[in-house]
T-cell receptor, first 111, second 116 residues
């Protein structure tokens, strides 16, 4: 069964304290892995797409990496405004619209 | 202006009522989706449409119906609302990624629906 698991569920960091969020996946044929940021009461905001193992993408303090079984979202020197829920989703292949979402990691960055 | 808009943003209704949630997009994308989000269950796909004449059920379509009125408009209806349909509903769009690829989805701001 196709599955996406994110860890940890919640993460508290001090401002400037770097860390990583994990997204482990089990799918029959990966056609894309997506990272989103979601603020409370708002829609998910697209961050990155990764298609193949070894691929990396960066945006400001965020860097996403991909292996054959998992993806990491590295947050370098986070600021309070990075506080949000980060969602990982995979497209398992086939001609469907279905994305499989993880439960998310809620990040809180304290000043 | 937002690329993906949803109306209403909040709705409170009673059990048994029919309601419609609307989604419009200005991104020019062919593909549109409806999701619901529940605490602890994440985002789940209700229906999706690859073009005006192509509508497909997602993983949780029971109790819902959709209408694709135009490339830019995709509506979700609850024929007879029940309390366990209380959730946050999101519309999303994506472009066709070409053969063998799949493009990211862009989400609207959501509709918070409460069924009493």
């Amino acid at each position: 069964e196709d599955q996406v698991t994110q860890s940890p569920e919640a993460l508290r960091l001090q401002e400037g304290e770097s860390s990583s969020l994990n997204c482990s996946y089990t799918v029959s044929g990966l056609r894309g892995l997506f990272w989103y940021r979601q603020d409370p009461g708002k829609g998910p905001e697209f961050l990155f797409t990764l298609y193949s193992a070894g691929e990396e993408k960066e945006k400001e303090r965020l860097k996403a990496t991909l292996t054959k079984k998992e993806s990491f979202l590295h947050i370098t020197a986070p600021k309070p405004e990075d506080s949000a829920t980060y969602l990982c989703a995979v497209h398992p292949g086939g001609n469907t619209g279905k994305l499989i979402f993880g439960q998310g990691t809620t990040l809180q960055v304290k000043p | 202006d937002a690329d993906v808009t949803q109306t209403p943003r909040n709705r409170i209704t009673k059990t048994g009522k029919r309601i419609m949630l609307e989604c419009s997009q200005t991104k020019g994308h062919d593909r549109m989706y409806w999701y619901r989000q529940d605490p602890g269950l994440g985002l789940r796909l209700i229906y999706y449409s690859f073009d005006v004449k192509d509508i497909n059920k997602g993983e949780i379509s029971d109790g819902y119906s959709v209408s694709r009125q135009a490339q830019a408009k995709f509506s979700l209806s609850l024929e007879s609302a029940i309390p366990n349909q209380t959730a946050l509903y999101f519309c999303a769009t994506s472009d066709f990624g070409g053969r063998g690829s799949y493009n990211e989805q862009f989400f609207g701001p959501g509709t918070r629906l409460t069924v009493l």
